[in-house]
C-alpha cells in the first residue's frame, strides 16, 4: 500500500477538463487520449496513473501536458487507471509506459506484474513520476526497476536542485542550479551506484530533508534488457505547467523510449572495471600516458618503466640515480605536448650524491628505452636533507606548453605540536617553513611554472607571481604559501590550476597556537599566494608563537603577511594570502560532508576531463563527465567528482565507483584517450608494498573483459627453476561467461599451455616475463604479466634487534641489528656481503603515512628517536625499514628485499590501537569518569604505571605479554559520581 497517510481516491479511467479535451483525439477503448498529427505518429506511450492510495490532484494536468508533448514531439499518448491493459499483447503496442503518480499495489495480479518485467526484457521503456516511488512495495522486481523506494516528505517548498548530469536529454537544458518548488521526496535508500543520478537536492536550500548531501532526485538507468526513468519532481499541478518541468519530462519519455540516445551508465558502477597493467611495481609514484597510449611510470628507487597496451608487457626504460632518503627520489614524470614528435619526458628527481638537491630534467625516449645521455638539466631546486619532510615533485605540462613543477616546504613538522613550523632559533632551519613557503626567493613550497625551450633551457610565462628582475625574488613562482602540493593538474581549457594540498596534523584549536590541521583542494586563477605556514584552510590564522621563549604573539594577518624570520632570504611583506577552495579536517567537515566524516588526510588533485568526440576509444570516460574535475584521497581511499558551478566555485562533489576498493592512490591521470590511469601505493609505511599496483579504469558499457590473477611460484631461484603458475582467483564479472585460459611463459606471444595451473621448468638463467592470457566466450582477453628471475634467489633481509612491535621512548635512543643472506652474494655474517650496502632507514609513522628520517648504510647501530614535543592525542609511531639490493648475476637483473617493523611509544591515546589483542584495561587513581584514556605500557615485567591524571580521568590501557593477557581485555571500571 502507499506510504502516504492521506485521502485515497480512485478512478477507473482519467477525466481531462473539457477544454482540454476539445483539443485531443479521443479513441475508444483505454480512454486513450490520441493526439492530432500533421504526420504519422512514431511511436506510442503508455500513461498509467491508478492509485491504491493517497491520490495526487496533479495526476489531471500531468496527463494533459504528456498529451501535448505528444502532440508536439510526434508520439501517440494513451491513457488507463485499468490495470487489466497490462497484457503482453496490448503492451507490445508501446515504446514507454510511464507510472504518474501512482500509488500502493497497483498491479493487482501477477499476470500483470508478467507483462511489465516481459515489456522491460524486450527492449521496452519505463517512466516514474514522483509517487511512482510510492508505489509497489512487494515487488523487488519493481523495486530495482525504480531504483529507490519513497520514505517520507516535508510541505511543499522551494527547493534547488543541483543537475549533474549535462548531455542527457532530460537534463540538457536544466540550469545547473535549478530552483523552483515542489513535494520533495526522501527516500528509503540512496539510489547512487545502482543507477545513473542526473540530478540531486540541495537539503541547505530547504526543510524536512533527511538524505544529507547526497540526495538524489532524478536518475536513469538500463534495466534488465529495458529503459528506466525516474524523476521526484511532478505533486503540484502547477509543476506540469513550468516549460522547464515539461522539457525534464519529455525527454525522460524520449529516453525510455529509446528515441533520444544517452549514456544512463555514466554513474553505474558496475560499468566500470579495474584493468591491472602492473602488480610488480616496486614504489609506483608517478604514471604519463602517451598518445599512442604507452603508460610512462615512474618507481621512486630510480626506474623509469613503460606498459604497452598492444602486448600488454612491461619494459625498464632506464633507471636514474637517485637519493630516496627522507621523502626524496625519482617522483615526478610527464610527457612534452609534441611527444609523437620529438619523444621528450620530464623527470622530477632527487640527484644521489652529496649535494642536496632537485633536478627537473629533460630525457629524450627513442623507441622504449630512456636515452641518459640526453638529459637536460632545466632547474635545480636547492633543498636540505638533514630532515624530513615534503618534497612533493608532480610535474603537469598544458596544453600551452608551459611545465608545472610543484616543490614541498622541505621542513620538519614534528616539534611545533602540529601547528605552523616557524621555529627561528639557531640552527633550527630545517623546522621553519618560513625559510621556504614563505620566502619568495625560495624555489621550496611552491607550484612554479615555466616554459620550457627546446635547447634545454626556459622562458617565464606571463603572468607569475613576481615578474622577472624583481629584487629577492624567484620569477619561476607561480603559487607560493604551499606546504606539501603532492598532485595537480591545469584545467586545459580555463587554465585554471587544481592541487591537493598536505596539512599539518593538530586535532583541536588551541587559541594560543592557532587553528587545527586541515588538508585542502586549491584552485588558482591567477598566480597567488596560498597562505603556508601563516594560514590553513579558509584564511584561518595561526599564532606567532616563539619557540625560544614558549610565547604566543598575535595572529598572522592574511590581508598583510609579514615574512620576518631570519630564514627568509626574500622580502618581508608578502603578497596576501589566498583561501583554499575546499578544506577539511581529521573529523567531520562541517563545510564540506561530502568529504567523508573522518580519518586520516592526504589530499590529492585532480585532472578535469574534457568529453572529445573525435577520441574514438570505447573505454573512454562518458560526456557526463565533461569539465569534471576528479580528486581523490589517499588515506581515505577515495576518489570524487567535482562539479564546477558556472561561475568556478563548487557546485556539487559526488562520489566516484564508491563501492571500488582503492589502496592508498597516489596518483590518478586522464589519457589522451579519455580514460582513466591509476597507481595504487598499497598498504605498508615505508613503501615496497606487494600489493602496489598501476591500473587502468575502463568504463565497459557492455561485455566485462575477464580479469586475469596469476601467480608463480617461486618467482626466482637457480636454474633450472621450476615454476608452479596458476591461474586460481580469476573470474569474470559477467554472469554465465565461459573463461579460457593460455599461457606464455616467455611473454613472446605464443602459447606454451593451456593448462589451468601449468608447472614450467626454466633452465637458461635470465629475466622472463611470462604472461596470464585469460578469455572470454565474448572474444575479450586480459593478461597478467609475472616477472621471472631465473637463475638469482632473491635475499633475506631479517632486523635481528629492535622485535617488532617493540617499546621505545620519544628522543632516547634506540639499537638496531640487521642480517641480510644471499644464496649468490653471501652473507653479511660471512663478510661476503658488505654491510655498507646494506640499507636501514628509521621513518615517522604517523597515521597511516610515514616520513623519512634518513638512512644508515650499516648492519648495526644507534638511532636517536625524534623527541615528540607535539601532543600525545597525534598517532604517531616508528618504523624500520632495512632492504639490500643484491649483485644479480649472468644475464639476470639485481633483485632486492625489505623487511619492515613498527614500534610503538611507551605512552599512546588508546583510541589509536588496532586491536584489544595483548591489552587490558585499569583507570589510574583519583579518577571520576573514563572519559580520557590513557596507554600504558609495562616493560619486562616492571610496572611503569603513572597516578594521577591530566584530565579528571584517565584510561589506561598496557600491553601485556602473559598468557593471561585476555582475561583483562575488556575489563570495566566501576563508574563513580
Not at 510526434?74 to 503496442?93: H, I, S
Not at 602540529?418 to 613550497?445: H, M, T, V, Y
Not at 633551457?457 to 603532492?486: D, H, K, Q, S, W
Not at 568504463?699 to 617461486?714: C, D, K, M
Amino acid at each position: 500500500m502507499s506510504q502516504e497517510t492521506r485521502v485515497r481516491s480512485r478512478s477507473s479511467c482519467l477525466h481531462l477538463p473539457f477544454v482540454v479535451a476539445l483539443a485531443l483525439l479521443l479513441d475508444p477503448g483505454l480512454c486513450p487520449f490520441g493526439s492530432l498529427h500533421a504526420q504519422t505518429p512514431s511511436y506510442k506511450v503508455l500513461v498509467f496513473s491508478a492509485t491504491a492510495g493517497f491520490r495526487h490532484a496533479s495526476i489531471t494536468n500531468g496527463i494533459a501536458t504528456i498529451q501535448m508533448l505528444g502532440a508536439t514531439n510526434n508520439f501517440v499518448v494513451d491513457a488507463t487507471e485499468d490495470a487489466t491493459a497490462f497484457t503482453d499483447a496490448n503492451l507490445a503496442q508501446y515504446k514507454a509506459i510511464v507510472f504518474l503518480c501512482t500509488t500502493g499495489d497497483v498491479l493487482t495480479n501477477a499476470q500483470q506484474e508478467a507483462a511489465l518485467q516481459h515489456f522491460i526484457e524486450a527492449g521496452g521503456g519505463w517512466v516514474g513520476v514522483h509517487s511512482a516511488a510510492d508505489t509497489e512495495y512487494a515487488w523487488p522486481w519493481y523495486g530495482g526497476l525504480l531504483g529507490a523506494y519513497f520514505a517520507s516528505h516535508p510541505a511543499v517548498q522551494q527547493a534547488t536542485v543541483k543537475v549533474a548530469d549535462r548531455v542527457d536529454p532530460s537534463t540538457s537544458m536544466l540550469p545547473k542550479r535549478w530552483v523552483r518548488t515542489d513535494e520533495w521526496y526522501n527516500f528509503q535508500t540512496n539510489a547512487r551506484s545502482s543507477v545513473h543520478v542526473l540530478a540531486t537536492l540541495d537539503e541547505n536550500t530547504y526543510t524536512g530533508g533527511t538524505m544529507g548531501f547526497d540526495h538524489p532526485i532524478a536518475w536513469s538507468h538500463n534495466y534488465d534488457g529495458g529503459r528506466a526513468w525516474y524523476t521526484a519532481g511532478g505533486h503540484t499541478p502547477e509543476s506540469y505547467a513550468e516549460p522547464l518541468f515539461q522539457a525534464h519530462l519529455l525527454g525522460g519519455i524520449q529516453f525510455a523510449a529509446g528515441v533520444k540516445p544517452a549514456d544512463p551508465g555514466s554513474t553505474i558502477d558496475s560499468k566500470y572495471q579495474k584493468i591491472i597493467l602492473d602488480s610488480t611495481a616496486a614504489d609506483p609514484i608517478e604514471l604519463a600516458v602517451a598518445p599512442d597510449r604507452r603508460v610512462f611510470y615512474i618507481e621512486r628507487g630510480g626506474n623509469v618503466k613503460i606498459y604497452k597496451p598492444q602486448s600488454s608487457s612491461i619494459v625498464l626504460a632506464g633507471h636514474i640515480a637517485v637519493e630516496t632518503q627522507i621523502e626524496d627520489g625519482l617522483l615526478g614524470v610527464t610527457l612534452d605536448n609534441g611527444f609523437t614528435t620529438n619523444n621528450w619526458l620530464y623527470l622530477f628527481y632527487s640527484p644521489s650524491g652529496t649535494n642536496a638537491e632537485q633536478h627537473v630534467s629533460r630525457f629524450t625516449v627513442v623507441g622504449d628505452s630512456l636515452d641518459l645521455s640526453s638529459e637536460k638539466i632545466l632547474l635545480v631546486i636547492p633543498t636540505q636533507r638533514q630532515e624530513c619532510c615534503h618534497s612533493a615533485g608532480s610535474l603537469f605540462m598544458h596544453t600551452n606548453g608551459d611545465l608545472y613543477i610543484s616543490a614541498g616546504d622541505n621542513t620538519n613538522p614534528f616539534d611545533s605540536s602540529g601547528f605552523a613550523p616557524i621555529d627561528e632559533r639557531a640552527g633550527r632551519s630545517p623546522w621553519d617553513a618560513q625559510k621556504s613557503a614563505s620566502n619568495c626567493n625560495d624555489l621550496r613550497g611552491k607550484i612554479l611554472r615555466i616554459h620550457p625551450q627546446p635547447n634545454g633551457t626556459y622562458t617565464i610565462p606571463a603572468g607569475n607571481l613576481f615578474a622577472p628582475g624583481t629584487p629577492l625574488t624567484r620569477p619561476e613562482i607561480y603559487v607560493m604559501g604551499c606546504r606539501n602540493p603532492f598532485r595537480m593538474a591545469v584545467d586545459e581549457t580555463t587554465g585554471w590550476l587544481y592541487w591537493g594540498e598536505v596539512g599539518p596534523d593538530a586535532s583541536a584549536d588551541v587559541s594560543s597556537r592557532g587553528p587545527k590541521g586541515y588538508d585542502e583542494w586549491n584552485q588558482a586563477r591567477s598566480a597567488g599566494n596560498y597562505g603556508w605556514p601563516y594560514f590553513v584552510a579558509n584564511n584561518k590564522a595561526y599564532i606567532d608563537y616563539d619557540f625560544a621563549m614558549g610565547t604566543s604573539g598575535a595572529a598572522f594577518n592574511p590581508s598583510a603577511p609579514v615574512n620576518n624570520s631570519p630564514n627568509n632570504t626574500g622580502p618581508l611583506n608578502l603578497p596576501p594570502a589566498q583561501s583554499a577552495w575546499l578544506w577539511y579536517p581529521y573529523d567531520s567537515s562541517v563545510e564540506f560532508p561530502e568529504l567523508n566524516a573522518s580519518g586520516g588526510r592526504t589530499a590529492m588533485g585532480g585532472p578535469v576531463y574534457h568529453y572529445k568526440t573525435n577520441v574514438v576509444m570505447g573505454t573512454k570516460l562518458p560526456a557526463y563527465f565533461d569539465q569534471t574535475l576528479f580528486i581523490w584521497e589517499w588515506s581515505r581511499d577515495y576518489i570524487k567528482e567535482v562539479k564546477i558551478d558556472d561561475d568556478g566555485s563548487v557546485l556539487k562533489i559526488n562520489p566516484f565507483l564508491s563501492s571500488f576498493q582503492f589502496n592508498r592512490p597516489i596518483d590518478l591521470k586522464i589519457g589522451p584517450d579519455g580514460v582513466l590511469y591509476l597507481i595504487e601505493w598499497g598498504t605498508g609505511f615505508g613503501g615496497g608494498n606487494p600489493d602496489a599496483k598501476v591500473i587502468r579504469i575502463d568504463y565497459v558499457g557492455g561485455n566485462h573483459p575477464p580479469v586475469a590473477i596469476g601467480s608463480a611460484t617461486p618467482n626466482n631461484g637457480s636454474v633450472p627453476l621450476t615454476v608452479q603458475f596458476s591461474s586460481a582467483g580469476s573470474y569474470d564479472p559477467d554472469t554465465n561467461d565461459v573463461l579460457s585460459v593460455a599461457w606464455s611463459f616467455f611473454g613472446d606471444g605464443a602459447t606454451n599451455s593451456t593448462a589451468t595451473n601449468p608447472v614450467f621448468t626454466y633452465t637458461n638463467a635470465g629475466n622472463y616475463q611470462a604472461q596470464l592470457m585469460v578469455s572470454d566466450s565474448q572474444g575479450n582477453r586480459t593478461i597478467a604479466n609475472l616477472p621471472i628471475s631465473a637463475g638469482n634467489n632473491k635475499p633475506i633481509v631479517s632486523i635481528l634487534q629492535p622485535p617488532n612491535g617493540a617499546i621505545f621512548d620519544w628522543g632516547k635512543a634506540l639499537a638496531y641489528q640487521v642480517s641480510v643472506s644471499d644464496v649468490e652474494d653471501g652473507s653479511t655474517g660471512s663478510g661476503t656481503i658488505a654491510c655498507s650496502n646494506v640499507t636501514v632507514a628509521p621513518l615517522l609513522g604517523h597515521n597511516d603515512h610515514s616520513h623519512g628520517q634518513g638512512q644508515f648504510n650499516a648492519c648495526s647501530g644507534v638511532f636517536t628517536v625524534p623527541a615528540n614535543t607535539d601532543s600525545d592525542a597525534d598517532n604517531l609511531f616508528f618504523v624500520l625499514n632495512a632492504s639490500y639490493t643484491d649483485r644479480g648475476a649472468p644475464n639476470v637483473a639485481p633483485l632486492s628485499a625489505t623487511t619492515s617493523y613498527v614500534f610503538q611509544p611507551r605512552r599512546k591515546q588508546a583510541e589509536f590501537c588496532a586491536t584489544n589483542s595483548g591489552m587490558g584495561l585499569a583507570y589510574t587513581s583519583g579518577c571520576h569518569r573514563p572519559h580520557q584514556r590513557q596507554l600504558y605500557f609495562p616493560l619486562s615485567g616492571q610496572s611503569h604505571q603513572h597516578h594521577g591524571c591530566h584530565l579528571p580521568c584517565q584510561l589506561q590501557r598496557f600491553w601485556r605479554t602473559d598468557r593471561n593477557a585476555h582475561r583483562f581485555a575488556n575489563r570495566r571500571a566501576p563508574q563513580h559520581g
